[in-house]
């Protein structure tokens, strides 16, 4: 109770909560008074003037904050401290979204599955063990703890709120499972089998590992992984993309850079660092251009860590590093998910460089880009946000298709300078090489890239130290990335071979215009660095992301929700007509529609324009109309360039003109054209076009537009001209894929079995085939080509046009720009290379491999020949001595016509006559030979001995 008391007075006064409502404190009466005081208040009870009065009591009233049970909860100092230094969590809660239906893996060296934090949310079908081979990734107990890792990253994702247990997860009603693969030996096939796990069923997949964070190694996902992600990408999540989430590395103390890390230096994967929890660089954060975003993390000894499940069903307050980092950004993402899960891989990353904070987080090279975005080497594009993500997400429409653009520096150069030159740019002692290479961004082609997203710079150089070597890449914005800073630890001489340094710091920047290409060399005279080559690679969009008009569910032919038709998009011309768009009813009937020459493409853009006066209103989960006029669509056809006229004429003007020809129609515009995530060079774009569209109609339309651009015209005639199949495509008995429909937007010409014989520009000649980018073993050059046709045959000189093609590189080059040996700008396997030219990889200097390698047959054919004689000739010596069961035995034959005996014979047979008729020829010859004792008399003789050719007479019996 207290002293304030509030009435009715029937005229006016000053302090007054209401109108007629005043409010009174008695000076006599304490604050807070434990007793009525009606005394002091009666008489103003009878006053006239009152009509009602009451004494104000102190109630009890709680700001309504997300408060866990949670023992931990107080503590998780990253989620609940609030001021904008939290990452904005709990305002994401608020609005309902906590990862529910998002599935989350964590691949590390597994998770505990029955924690009592974690188990309601686990999810087995996003777990395996794939060191053990089985479906459970229960991780090895030991006296250390050492696999408590992927159960401390799993607890940040998705532990259970409000459970009186341990802490609470970023997306804490999200399903989470676990990979159990760093336990053991990890291979490609251990690294891709762990990516590639279940990718219909997993949405986010969380990794704080990679190659040895320790200064000197340079390394990335071998084979079978990088196919891994890019199956994830290409094919996950339905066709939306699987969304990989990396930890930056902790190599910081060792002076390592994570462009050096092939797996957070990839597009594909969303490089998340380090913040402590006062807002500074940690001391084992690595900076470089690949870092996409910051969550936080621990620092150094006096700062907070992070709260998260522990190995034996325990607790811990020391999580740390960006493996902790990681996992929550793998929550916020997941929350992101739970708003719209129609968002494909590369639209994630968007939402992440839009909504991440550069506020309150200390680095000394903040800049802001060529569109205003701030950047830093540390902490990437910010601070995640939740709240911002979940709010963005809601409303998001699908980036349009991803376009590749390659420029080999090669190519530029070849044209100002020798080719021998190239191969030889030396970049100076203490002193820098400075590569300027001018693109167009592939403009005029299907791969033009107008606004960016992520840049490579694919670089092959030698050095003898290549931790002196410092590389930064300038954007024609100016905007100057380090791709490659010192490392004082790395003493290698391989230089690198191919290498991506990708940086994410001229996102939404333009393409177009000269890139400039730094190479600094911080070694001594006697430490050379030479330039081979080097390949800028643009990834971007032809249009700008965030005006983009439509959106799809996946990067197949599936579309968006009906929902997201909700979605207003504006066009400047129509700022002023002050009418909301409206969507398409969903009876809109959707068709291909795509027109090919053997030289142009040409596209239409269909726009939807609802001519009923109606409103829509929100009910349940659509629109729904309030009036019947849905038959009013109509589908308006024009092209870029006159969207481009119609603009600048006055909107009042345009809507004068349209109430002339339509006075119900409404100005508002909503274009349908479709855009995919990954939309390759021969697949159409759905067009959404009216299907009773007539040619009186049309003429209207078309005449409106000519007439605004003070073009007017009148259309004598139109006609429709449909190509197709006499029978059903898909009951064609076709055994291998038609190369026709693969060289339409590549090729100038077709013969009539669909084999290219011309390219159109900016594509190289293959076999058969028009390629962006010669493989492999081939190097791109230029050919004259005649001209056929009517203008050669009036001609009186040939007449020739260039075109690209691809030609064979030398057989000791991997790639090369030429076909001659000292042309080669990487050496094929088997080769290594010395001086200027790739030669044989020689054994001791003089053996060549491939004769070692039938020198080595004839070895082995030779010790074969030498033991099969040995084991013949013992065969043969045993069996001449009897040695064997199925040796012969030989008699002894006296040959009567010799002079002498040459043998000596074992008489053993009893056929054999030995009389001592046949002794006279023993004779002239001492021999010494054994009468068997199995005839002990013969001819009144004894067995015996004969010496010397005399047989000594055995007595006789009595």
């Given at each position: ?97 906590t ?16 924690h ?29 703890n ?68 320790d ?5 990335g ?144 090279d ?74 167009d ?14 840049v ?6 030698t ?19 380090t ?88 066009y ?74 119609f603009?600048?004429?006055s ?26 995530s ?9 067009r ?68 290219c ?19 492999e ?8 080509v ?32 030429g ?15 010395q ?17 070692l ?39 002894y ?30 004779r ?10 199995t ?24």
């Amino acid at each position: 109770m207290n002293r304030d008391i509030v009435y009715v007075l029937f005229d006016n006064g000053r302090d007054f909560i209401l109108p007629d409502y005043y409010h009174f404190q008695h000076r006599k009466v304490s604050k807070r008074s434990t007793y009525p005081s009606s005394h002091y208040h009666r008489n103003l009870a009878y006053d006239p003037s009152v009509r009602w009065l009451e004494q104000q009591v102190a109630k009890k009233r709680v700001k309504r904050e997300i408060i866990f049970n949670d023992p931990k909860w107080p503590i998780m100092w990253y989620l609940n401290r609030g001021g904008g230094l939290d990452m904005n969590v709990k305002q994401a809660w608020q609005q309902g979204y906590t990862g529910k239906g998002v599935v989350v893996t964590i691949l590390d060296d597994g998770i505990e599955k029955d924690h009592p934090d974690l188990k309601k949310n686990y999810d087995e079908q996003a777990s395996y063990d794939v060191n053990g081979h089985d479906p459970d990734p229960q991780p090895r107990y030991d006296y250390s703890n050492e696999n408590r890792h992927g159960t401390r990253c799993a607890g940040e994702v998705a532990a259970q709120a409000d459970n009186h247990i341990c802490s609470v997860g970023v997306a804490y009603n999200a399903w989470i499972g676990g990979v159990r693969m760093l336990d053991g030996d990890v291979t490609d096939s251990v690294e891709a089998q762990s990516l590639g796990l279940n990718p219909q069923h997993i949405h986010v997949y969380s990794a704080s590992w990679g190659p040895d964070d320790d200064g000197r190694t340079v390394d990335g996902p071998a084979t079978l992984a990088r196919k891994a992600f890019y199956d994830g990408i290409t094919k996950g999540r339905g066709g939306l993309g699987s969304i990989f989430v990396w930890a930056s590395g902790n190599g910081g103390r060792d002076g390592d850079n994570c462009n050096c890390d092939g797996y957070t230096n990839s597009i594909y994967t969303l490089s998340i660092s380090s913040s402590t929890e006062n807002g500074n660089v940690p001391w084992y954060s690595e900076a470089c251009s690949s870092t996409l975003a910051t969550t936080y993390s621990s620092g150094s000894g006096g700062e907070k860590q992070i709260v998260t499940t522990d190995l034996r069903k325990e607790c811990t307050e020391t999580h740390t590093g960006t493996s902790a980092s990681a996992p929550l950004a793998a929550g916020l993402i997941a929350l992101a998910l739970q708003a719209n899960p129609s968002m494909t891989w590369r639209d994630m990353q968007h939402i992440v460089v839009e909504t991440a904070k550069p506020d309150n987080l200390n680095a000394a090279d903040w800049v802001s880009n060529g569109v205003g975005k701030k950047v830093s080497h540390s902490f990437g594009f910010g601070l995640m946000d939740a709240s911002a993500m979940v709010s963005l997400a809601r409303n998001w429409t699908t980036v349009p298709p991803q376009h590749i653009c390659e420029i080999r520096s090669l190519d530029h150069n070849s044209f100002h300078q020798p080719d021998h030159l190239f191969g030889n740019r030396v970049v100076p002692m203490n002193g820098k090489l400075t590569v300027p290479l001018y693109t167009d961004g592939c403009e005029g082609t299907v791969n033009h890239v107008k606004y960016l997203e992520h840049v490579q710079a694919r670089i092959t150089m030698t050095s003898s130290r290549r931790g002196e070597i410092q590389i930064f890449l300038t954007s024609p914005s100016l905007t100057r990335s380090t791709l490659l800073a010192k490392r004082t630890r790395d003493l290698s001489r391989e230089g690198f071979n191919n290498w991506a340094f990708m940086t994410t710091h001229n996102w939404g920047e333009p393409a177009k215009g000269q890139w400039t290409l730094e190479i600094e060399n911080g070694g001594s005279q006697t430490r050379t660095v030479r330039l081979r080559d080097w390949v800028l690679v643009l990834y971007g969009t032809d249009s700008h992301p965030r005006k983009s008009p439509t959106s799809v569910r996946s990067a197949n032919n599936d579309y968006r929700r009906y929902d997201d038709w909700t979605r207003p998009h504006y066009y400047p011309f129509f700022s002023n007509f002050n009418h909301t768009v409206r969507p398409p009813p969903p009876t809109t009937t959707t068709t291909t529609t795509t027109t090919t020459t053997s030289t142009t493409t040409t596209t239409a853009t269909t726009h939807m324009v609802d001519h009923g006066g109606s409103e829509w209103s929100r009910k349940g989960n659509g629109r729904h109309r309030t009036n019947h006029h849905r038959k009013n669509w109509e589908s308006f056809i024009f092209g870029d360039s006159m969207n481009e006229a119609f603009a600048s004429k006055s909107p009042a003007y345009a809507r004068r003109k349209s109430q002339q020809l339509n006075p119900a129609a409404h100005t508002c515009v909503y274009e349908t054209l479709a855009k995919k995530s990954n939309l390759s060079s021969n697949q159409q774009y759905p067009r959404n076009i009216r299907p009773k569209l007539t040619a009186g109609k049309l003429i209207n339309i078309l005449s409106f537009y000519s007439c605004l651009l003070l073009l007017c015209s009148e259309l004598k005639e139109w006609t429709l001209v449909v190509m197709g199949t006499e029978k059903h495509p898909l009951k064609q008995n076709v055994s291998t894929p038609s190369s026709a429909a693969s060289n339409t937007f590549t090729c100038a010409g077709v013969t009539s079995n669909g084999i290219c014989i011309e390219c159109k520009p900016g594509f190289f000649k293959m076999e058969e085939h028009c390629v962006a980018h010669c493989p492999e073993h081939y190097f791109g050059s230029v050919q004259a080509v005649h001209l056929a046709g009517p203008v050669q045959i009036n001609s009186s000189k040939p007449l020739l046009h260039t075109q690209g093609v691809c030609k064979p590189c030398h057989t000791s080059c991997l790639t090369c720009r030429g076909p001659s040996l000292m042309d080669c700008f990487q050496c094929a396997s088997g080769y290594e290379r010395q001086a200027d030219a790739c030669e044989k990889t020689m054994i001791w200097d003089l053996l060549d491999p491939e004769i070692l390698k039938h020198l080595a047959w004839a070895i082995i054919l030779c010790i074969g020949a030498i033991i099969i004689f040995f084991v013949g000739f013992v065969i043969m010596q045993a069996r001449e001595r009897g040695r064997l069961c199925w040796s012969v035995k030989q008699n002894y034959i006296p040959d009567w016509t010799k002079g002498a005996y040459n043998g000596v014979s074992v008489l053993d047979d009893p056929e054999v006559d030995t009389s001592l008729s046949n002794s006279h020829d023993l004779r002239g010859k001492p021999s010494v030979f054994r009468i068997s004792s199995t005839y002990p008399n013969i001819h009144g003789f004894r067995a015996g001995m004969v010496v010397g050719g005399r047989l000594e007479p055995a007595e006789s019996k009595a």
